[in-house]
């Protein structure tokens, strides 16, 4: 692609970066902000600049935060005790929009995937099972999504927790095998959660 301005092709080129922006699509937002008011860009590059500077992550459950500890967790009308853990924190976002959910969550940032070298230990797991080990949990509820990575990474956590006194639960699959749980509808997967099933007979079952 030829551009008349350096300045133009630099932009262009930082924004096809992003996942799903090719340069076509790129030039097209481009040009879209050089036909606005300047003041629309500044305030489109302020709130990036804002986003990744203060943006910090909740010490307790790995979720986005503007604070230390995020407003779920220091919540103190939520069960602390029942942790349901995530993949990521898009599925935090689905799962609060059921509205169903009083416990908190865990998030993992990934899954366990030795095919693109994700271990156990690139993963927010250690935090979790060291919950565990204080005996700050009651019932952990596996809401990964379930495809082989999910299943592992399921399967490592319950291996680490299963001699302690708590009780493992998995959703329940109204949510289709391989589907990611944030393309869900928000009634699947509220049920999927209220009828979610002991993790030890979803695991046998397959
Ligand atoms: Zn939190």
């Known amino acids: 692609m030829e551009f008349p301005s350096k300045l ?19 030039l097209r ?20 600049t804002k986003m990744r500077q203060d943006i910090i992550f909740c010490k307790s459950c790995h979720n986005i935060s503007d604070k ?20 990521d924190i898009r599925d935090v976002m689905a799962l609060e929009n059921t509205r169903l959910f009083k416990g908190i969550y865990h998030v993992l940032g990934g899954k366990i995937s030795p095919i693109d070298g994700i271990g156990p230990s ?12 204080k005996g700050e949990v009651k019932e952990i509820i596996f809401a990964l999504s379930s495809t082989m990575e999910g299943d592992t990474t399921n ?3 319950y291996k680490h927790v299963k001699d302690f006194e708590i009780i493992t639960s998995t959703i329940a ?7 990611e749980l944030e393309y869900a509808d928000e009634v699947t997967l509220g049920r999927s959660l209220i009828h979610r099933v002991p993790f030890e007979s979803a695991f046998k079952a397959v």
């Open 173 to 179: 699959r109204g949510i289709s095998v391989g589907d």
């Open 122 to 133: 690139q993963l927010n797991i250690q935090s979790l099972i060291d919950k565990v080990k």
């Open 68 to 87: 230390e500890i995020c407003d779920i967790c220091s919540n103190p009308a939520r069960d602390h005790q029942t942790i349901c853990v995530v993949e």
């Open 155 to 157: 399967f490592y956590i």
């Open 29 to 48: 937002l481009m040009l879209h902000l050089l036909k606005q008011p300047e003041d629309q860009t500044n305030r489109l590059t302020e709130a990036l």
């Open 8 to 26: 133009l092709e630099k932009a262009v080129d930082e924004i096809s970066q992003l996942p799903g922006i090719g340069k076509r699509t790129a």
